[in-house]
């Protein structure tokens, strides 16, 4: 992903979630996903499906059981 999706992604994800502090950053040495963040937290990855020339994105959060105790 270039720099112009990663952008228009981002953008998407803070209107979706209404939180400015959503970051997709590009990962190093991988071009079909990006990592995404609230803040300095790392949440999941986010990954490029280009087949047949239509371009889809799925994003992947995992959340263990100790991100739940209160």
Known sequence: ???NELAKVERFLRRT???ASIRVV???RKTDSAEVY???EF???LFLDDED???SYSFQMAIL???LED
Request: glycine fraction near 14%.
């Open 38 to 40: 609230i803040g300095e």
């Open 17 to 19: 979630f209404a939180n």
């Open 26 to 28: 590009a990962r190093p």
């Open 43 to 45: 949440i999941g990855v």
């Open 65 to 67: 059981d100790s991100d």
């Open 53 to 55: 020339g239509d371009k």
């Open 1 to 3: 992903m270039d720099k």
